[in-house]
């Protein structure tokens, strides 16, 4: 999803989601909870300072998202395989 469709999907300024990348200015509590809901993610997500363990999962989950089905199985498939090898 571009900048400007996300703008017009939350109806305010690319200019305002810009300054909320920049950390320029906070992002607002009501916004903060229309942008989890968009993305499927934790509203933590969008706070500063956010633990290193949830962002991680964070980036997880958008990954997931982008690949398609057959991807996603590979990448468990892979994941799994992996730690049982890893603990024989």
Same mark, same amino acid.
């Given at each position: 999803?571009?900048?400007?469709?996300?703008?017009?999907?939350?109806?305010?300024?690319?200019?305002?989601?810009?300054?909320?990348?920049?950390?320029?200015?906070?992002?607002?509590?009501?916004? !903060?909870?229309? @942008?989890?809901?968009?993305?499927?993610?934790?509203? #933590?997500?969008?706070?500063?300072?956010?633990?290193? &363990?949830? /962002?991680?999962?964070?980036? !997880?989950?958008? @990954?997931?998202?982008?690949?398609?089905?057959?991807? #996603?199985?590979?990448?468990?498939?892979?994941?799994? &395989?992996? /730690?049982?090898?890893?603990?024989?």
């Amino acid at each position: 999803m571009s900048l400007a469709d996300l703008a017009k999907k939350m109806d305010i300024s690319p200019q305002a989601i810009n300054l909320w990348e920049l950390q320029k200015k906070p992002i607002p509590k009501d916004r !903060i909870k229309e @942008l989890a809901k968009i993305f499927g993610l934790d509203e #933590r997500y969008f706070v500063p300072d956010l633990p290193a &363990e949830l /962002e991680v999962n964070v980036w !997880i989950r958008c @990954l997931f998202r982008a690949m398609t089905k057959a991807q #996603r199985e590979e990448m468990v498939k892979v994941y799994t &395989e992996g /730690e049982t090898t890893a603990h024989e």
